[in-house]
Nanobody, 120 residues
Framework: QVQLVESGGGLVQPGRSLRLSCAASGFTFSNYAMSWYRQAPGKERELVAAITSAGGSTNYADSVKGRFTISRDNAKNTVYLQMNSLKPEDTAVYYC?????????????WGQGTQVTVSS
């Protein structure tokens, strides 16, 4: 069972916060860089945030800088996305992604996605 399972999505009002979680299983989580992507209706899937395998470096899309924070707990095999000051434009299906060394047999994994809807 090699998988990523997202949770924490839902309906939230603009300006409120939400925290997404992605639980990994079936592989050595600490060897993988993790990312959050999102895809809104009619739009391409876009990178939201990324974090290195040890959590030492992060990157964010300009649209979420200062509002979103990606973090990970390797002991719990979980990556998080804290989303503050949510806007209607943040409405999308959010996906968890794991990228490992190219030499690994399993080097790219996607979760099933979790819906985030920001609306008043």
């Amino acid at each position: 069972q090699v998988q990523l399972v997202e949770s924490g999505g839902g309906l939230v009002q603009p300006g409120r916060s939400l925290r997404l979680s992605c639980a990994a299983s079936g592989f050595t989580f600490s060897n993988y860089a993790m990312s959050w992507y999102r895809q809104a209706p009619g739009k391409e899937r876009e990178l939201v945030a990324a974090i290195t395998s040890a959590g030492g470096s992060t990157n964010y899309a300009d649209s979420v800088k200062g509002r979103f924070t990606i973090s990970r707990d390797n002991a719990k095999n979980t990556v998080y996305l804290q989303m503050n000051s949510l806007k209607p434009e943040d409405t999308a299906v959010y996906y968890c992604n794991a990228v490992g060394p190219p030499r690994y047999l399993i080097n790219n994994l996607w979760g099933q996605g979790t819906q985030v809807t920001v609306s008043s």
